[in-house]
């Protein structure tokens, strides 16, 4: 028997299918542990943290253990972002004391190719991913846990929380709401004339605002009594470029602005959608597509719509913040069979 553990009890189901009766697929729920619900849980000379196990979690290490000691090889697949290597870590720590032979499996989609390649390739866990989770969780609980505190002692009436990413963010927030507040509004001028030809007419502006009413009205004036007559048309073809792939913010900005579903909605679909199978891991920042799958696109697309709607293969060029390996938002399989409303809209 081999075991491999995900997060996702829904991820886990979809794997099991996949893998057959061989392996033991087994879900978290989340984090095995974290830094401690009523206390710092950091040193603040050190900042060495503390990390004790998530309600709930110790009866479920205590089941993998027993899976573990049964198993020929571990899998640790879970997503692979910084929580997903930190529970990797936690769990090898767990569980290496019953089974030396624990592997890191990768994937970024959820797929039967995808699973078995991660298993031929797994490998060791991440030391730069966990270390870069480790600080991100750490600043949080310093930020959060001793300015909150502060908040609250100056603004009694008022349930107020400091955070590494929500303080800057309400700063920027504040910073654009008092220029729009110190604005001075200056009104200004244009002229616009409908012109005629028999029935046929249209709305011209002349290009020039005005300070002074009474300029504007004498332009107005001669306009009035003036001929006018199409001396030159200009025309010049325009290349729009077709949009980059998704990635997650572009998708919650895309689905917000025609679904009208919140960042929180479409971040719970492609959730769904990827632990079901049919996208690759919604939590991304990278533009890269695969390849051998973006020439599969390319080919539906020329067979299903013509080629004059396939373009060349583009790539784009990475921020240098972005993680790794990782893809861009895309479907794993062409098909059209996704049963949810609300997921096959996303």
Known sequence: MELFIVESPTKARTIQKFLG????????????????EKELGVDLKTLKAKYVYRRGKRKLIEQLKKL??????????????????AIAYFLKKELEKMNKNLKRA????????AIMESIRQA???????????????????LIGY???PILWKEFKNYKLSAGRVQSPALRLIVEREREIQNFKVKKYYYVKVLLRKGKEGFWAIYDYRYENPSDAKIIAEKLEKGFFSVYKIESKKERVAP??????????SEANAKLGFSSEKTQKLAQELYEKGYITYPRTDSYRMNEKKA???????????GKEYVGRLRK???????????????????REDIPEREELRL
Not at 68 to 85: F, H, N, Q
Not at 243 to 252: A, H
């Open 243 to 252: 949009p980059k792939p998704f990635i997650t913010s572009d998708l919650q």
């Open 316 to 334: 784009f060029k990475e921020k240098a913040t972005a993680q790794g390996a990782h893809e861009c938002i895309r479907p794993t399989i062409l």
């Open 68 to 85: 573990a000691r049964r198993a020929s090889v571990v899998y640790l697949g879970t997503d692979p972002d910084r929580e997903g290597e």
């Open 106 to 113: 990768i994937f970024y989609e959820i797929t039967p190719q």
């Open 295 to 305: 020439k599969e696109f390319m080919n539906y697309i020329e067979k299903k719509y």
């Open 21 to 36: 009766k061989d392996f033991v697929v087994k879900a978290t729920l989340g984090h095995i542990k974290d830094l401690p």
């Open 123 to 141: 490998g060791d866990v991440n030391m730069n991913l966990v270390y870069s989770q480790f600080a991100r969780r750490i600043l949080d609980r």
């Open 146 to 148: 001793l300015i909150s």
